[in-house]
């Protein structure tokens, strides 16, 4: 099964930008569509943006359109999310998902396999 493992986060001030970055081992992502969510201290997880297995089809929360952008290195074996213009109300725990589907989901209850999370952090 696929191991995940993020990183990247950090503390940023407000309209930084920070990039996240979701390595996998023991398997090759090229077979899952993979996707990103976060999750705010007291509050559900909350699906950010996910890419299909291709790279071809990627959809957005509408929270984050426009500021942020998923992409997809099979060769590396890595997931990536740039995050531009941040905001505070981005302040979480940021987790990278993958699902053994060509297509990716908006649903946590989809993703069968989970990374350890990366703290992110953006100061006013």
């Known amino acids: 099964q696929v191991q995940l493992v993020e990183s990247g986060g950090g503390l940023v001030q407000a309209g930084g930008s920070l990039r996240l970055s979701c390595t996998a081992s023991r398997r090759t992502i090229s077979g899952y569509a993979m996707g990103w969510f976060r999750q705010a201290p007291g509050k559900e997880r909350e699906f950010v943006v996910t890419?299909?297995?291709?790279?071809?089809?990627?959809y957005y929360a509408d929270s984050v359109k426009g500021r942020f952008t998923i992409s997809r290195d099979n060769a590396k074996n890595t997931v990536y999310l740039q995050m531009n213009s941040l905001k505070p109300e981005d302040t979480a725990v940021y987790y990278c998902?993958?699902?053994?589907?060509?297509?990716?989901?908006?649903?946590?209850?989809?993703?069968?396999?989970w990374g350890q999370g990366t703290q992110v952090t953006v100061s006013s």
């Open positions: 890419i299909s297995r291709s790279g071809i089809s990627t």
């Open positions: 998902a993958a699902r053994p589907f060509s297509s990716g989901s908006n649903s946590p209850s989809e993703y069968g396999y």
